[in-house]
């Protein structure tokens, strides 16, 4: 089948310029922002987002550095690998994402993507009193320019999240600084994706997956990918739909924490990367993700505006440090995750539906 497919009529993923909110524009047009992102946060919970302001020079400088790490012999990656902490490589099949979700995969570990995680770390905030346990040290590969690079990109990726959240608190009509109160020290992790497999090792078994059908952990996730063929969004049809970026758009998607916030008003919407396949081969695919999960000991419970007393759908409050721990001990040490029940329930009915 010749990919990427349309996009039917139906499903598109919103596209979203946050100028105003970057660039200090006037109160009329920031308001006109966050009704875009109110109606594409409850329809597709997947925004294509311009006007982030991140300049080309550190977008070219953090493909650089994806490409000097991932281009590194094999043994010279695995170095860099940290048990028990979201940070360092992950080589190819050591996760399955869809194992954070309750949902069992044909082959446990069966992602194909390989990563490198950087992220923020508890000794950062001098004034508290964290565990690292719970942020994670970062590992530098011994690349020259590696760690300024992806320093810089953390830096922007971490403003345009920061700056998504005042624009999420002016659309959900809560104070400016709301989501200030949860994210003042929070647990932010860079994860830079490679989706590459070598000549000749392809099967056409139908197996083949870039990364499994996940929703993300946190409040928001920054999405930067390359403009090729791989990323699925589950639409409201049950479908499995192609999204790539807009010419110099960021994918923004919301996470767990979020949807629990608008008691699912707003979607914390499945999505999995599964690389067509030309002519035997999979096109290498890079993306790198900013997840913004919140402060490791705030408690994320909906928001009074939100409870719908009459269904009893609120979710109970829950800690960020247990929502996190709960769905990596899915990926990662392939425990199912038994509380992501609402999630399953939707693959597996998108199971029954196919992708377009
Ligand atoms: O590679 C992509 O486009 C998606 C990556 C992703 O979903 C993730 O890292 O959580
Ligand atoms: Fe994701």
Redesign the pocket.
């Known amino acids: 089948m010749p990919h990427p497919t349309p996009a039917p009529a139906g499903f598109a993923v919103p596209v979203v310029d946050i100028s105003a909110y970057t660039h200090g524009g006037t109160a009329e047009a920031k308001a006109l922002v966050s009704r875009q992102m109110d109606a594409a946060c409850s329809t597709v919970g997947f925004v294509q987002v311009l006007g982030h302001g991140i300049p080309d020079d550190i977008l070219d400088g953090l493909k650089e550095a994806v490409d000097a790490f991932f281009s590194l012999p094999p043994d010279a990656k695995k170095s860099y690998r940290v048990e028990g902490a979201n940070r360092g490589y992950s080589p190819p099949k050591s996760e399955s ?1 869809s194992l954070s979700l309750g949902v069992e995969s044909a082959s446990r570990m069966n992602d194909f ?1 390989e ?1 490198f995680n950087i992220g923020t770390e508890a000794r950062s905030f001098t004034h508290l009193d964290l565990s690292e346990d719970d942020y994670g040290i970062n590992v530098w590969p011994d690349i020259e320019g590696f760690r300024s690079k992806t320093d810089a990109y953390y830096a922007e990726a971490g403003r345009v999240a920061r700056t998504l959240t005042t624009v999420f608190a002016d659309a959900l009509r809560l104070p400016h600084d709301f989501f200030a109160a949860l994210t003042d020290h929070s647990v932010d992790v860079l ?1 830079m ?1 490679n ?1 590459a497999l070598p000549k000749g090792t392809v099967t056409l078994d139908g197996e083949l997956t ?2 499994g059908e ?1 929703t ?1 952990f946190g409040l928001v ?1 920054v ?1 930067w ?1 390359d403009q090729v063929a ?2 699925q969004v589950l639409g409201l049809d049950g479908v499995w739909h192609d999204v790539a970026p807009a010419d110099g758009a960021l ?1 923004v998607n919301l996470g767990d924490l979020t949807a629990r916030l608008t008691n699912d008003r707003w979607m914390s919407t499945l ?1 999995r ?1 599964k690389p067509p396949i030309v002519d035997g081969t999979i096109q290498r ?1 890079r ?1 790198v ?1 900013y ?1 913004h999960d919140g402060n490791i000991d705030a408690v994320i419970s909906t928001l009074p505006s939100h409870l719908d007393a009459d269904h009893g759908l609120a979710y109970e409050p829950i800690v960020v440090r247990d929502h996190i721990k709960a769905k990596l001990a899915g990926s990662r040490q392939g425990k199912a995750n038994t509380a992501a029940v609402r999630d399953a329930a939707r693959v597996l009915a998108a199971a029954k539906g196919g992708s377009e």
Request: no cysteine.
């Open positions: 994402l993507f990563a994860r994706n989706y870039g990364m996940h993300d996730t999405l990918a791989g990323l994918l999505h990367v695919r993306s993700a997840f």
